[in-house]
Each structure stands twice: as structure tokens, then as C-alpha cells.
């Protein structure tokens, strides 16, 4: 069965930085486009970002574009987002999710990690 | 505000059916037949249910049924349970500029 798990969450204060990491196992890691999605408290599912198997193309949405950068390295078969000039509107659960061959269709998520972003 | 519309709330007893709706526009849901359903139970991963319009994953119950018609997009649950109580999330894709895009998503309550 496929695994995501998630870490490098936590508490940082506005215009402050973290690093997500997503560990994957147990399916091809290089063949897969891995995506971020975010839950902030009491609202619904929010897609971050993506980024292709090979690492060569990059998606995000509007609000974190110039703030957020996805990345992967397939030999450690994880998953990153780097998480910069961080906003209280930031905070929320996210997760790491596995896309099928087609975008947008995420087959398996991880557990989650909470980012607080607080004064 | 999200890209995709869906109520805010449905409700049905057990056994009964319900559906939700999930309304875009022809550059997401309308252009593609990759509309996604996801089963969120508070404090758990969500779990796909339905992908490009109509497919089920293996495992998830026939009771599950997913269509499309123009921009909207609709999610079927027959002989509702009570572990259906959940809230539902449509997305689809929306071309290499936007990609991918959520509903607000749906809370059943089974009555």
C-alpha cells in the first residue's frame, strides 16, 4: 500500500519560512506528478501546488505564487514545499497527495501536518 | 471563494439517495471528464470516490455513482449509511494555467 508521510510542520510567525517534506514508499516516485493541498481551519480542501515526476514543471495557485516552491527528489522519493514569506491566512493542515495519470485526480494523501502561522 | 460551486449542506436517512451538485464553468468542469470525488471524514485523509466523472476506485461501494452534464458535475450516494456522514469535495481539472480546481465542498448528515 502506498505511504505519504508528512512532516516540518509547526508553528512560525508572519513573513517567517518552513519546509514541508512528504516521504513517500511503496509505488514509482519519479513516475508521478505529487501534489500539496491545504485545509485552513473550518474551510474546505485547497490544491497548492504540483509538480511533474521529473521535476521539470511546476503548478501553483494564485495565493501562494512567488511566495511557495515545490520540489522533489526522486532518489530520496520525497516531496518538498518550501514555504516563504509566510501569511496568517497560511495556516492550515496540509497535505501531501499522490496524482493518478490524470491531473488533478489524487488517488492517495497523507496524514497531514499543521502549520500555524501566528504573531 | 472557490472555483466550484457546491451546497453548503444535504441531508437524507438511511437508505435514502441524495446527490450534490458541482457547478463550473467550460474551462473546468465543462471542458474536461476529469471531474474527482473525495470523501473527507473530519480528521482523517480524504479518500477518492469517484474519478473522471464516473469511475469508482476499487473498493468504494456501487452505492457511489458520479455524472456530468455541461459545467456541472454531480455525486450520487444510494442507500445512504451512516458512515457516509462525511463532507464531499468535487474538483476537476482546468487546463496548464489554473490546473487543478476544489469545490467548497458539501456536509451530508445522515439523519
Known amino acids: 500500500e502506498v505511504q505519504l508521510l508528512e512532516s516540518g510542520g509547526g508553528l512560525a510567525q508572519p513573513g517567517g519560512s518552513l519546509r514541508l517534506s512528504c516521504a513517500a514508499s511503496r509505488f514509482t516516485f519519479s513516475s508521478y506528478v505529487m501534489n500539496w493541498v491545504r485545509q485552513a481551519p473550518g474551510k474546505g480542501l485547497e490544491w497548492v501546488s504540483a509538480?511533474?515526476?521529473?521535476?521539470?514543471?511546476?503548478y501553483y495557485t494564485d495565493s501562494v505564487k512567488g511566495r511557495f516552491i515545490i520540489s522533489r527528489d526522486n532518489s530520496k522519493n520525497t516531496l518538498y514545499l518550501q514555504m516563504d514569506n509566510l501569511r496568517v491566512d497560511d495556516t492550515a493542515v496540509y497535505y501531501c497527495?499522490?496524482?493518478?495519470?490524470?491531473?488533478?485526480?489524487?488517488?492517495?494523501w497523507g496524514q497531514g501536518t499543521l502549520v500555524t502561522v501566528s504573531p | 471563494q472557490s472555483a466550484l460551486t457546491q451546497p453548503a449542506s444535504v441531508s437524507g436517512s438511511p437508505g435514502q439517495s441524495i446527490t450534490i451538485s458541482c457547478t463550473g464553468t467550460s474551462s473546468d468542469v465543462g471542458g474536461y471528464n476529469y471531474v474527482s470525488w473525495y470523501q473527507h471524514h473530519p480528521g482523517k485523509a480524504p479518500k477518492l470516490i469517484i474519478y473522471?466523472?464516473?469511475n469508482r476506485p476499487s473498493g468504494v461501494p456501487d452505492r457511489f455513482s458520479g455524472s456530468k452534464s455541461g459545467n456541472t458535475a454531480s455525486l450520487t450516494i444510494s442507500g445512504l449509511q451512516a458512515e457516509d456522514e462525511a463532507d464531499y469535495y468535487c474538483?476537476?481539472?482546468?487546463?496548464?494555467?489554473?490546473?487543478?480546481?476544489f469545490g467548497g465542498g458539501t456536509k451530508l448528515t445522515v439523519l
Open positions: 474538483t476537476s481539472y482546468a487546463g496548464t494555467t489554473t490546473y487543478v480546481v
Open positions: 509538480i511533474s515526476g521529473s521535476g521539470e514543471y511546476t
Open positions: 497527495a499522490k496524482a493518478t495519470t490524470v491531473a488533478g485526480t489524487f488517488n492517495y
Open positions: 473522471e466523472v464516473r
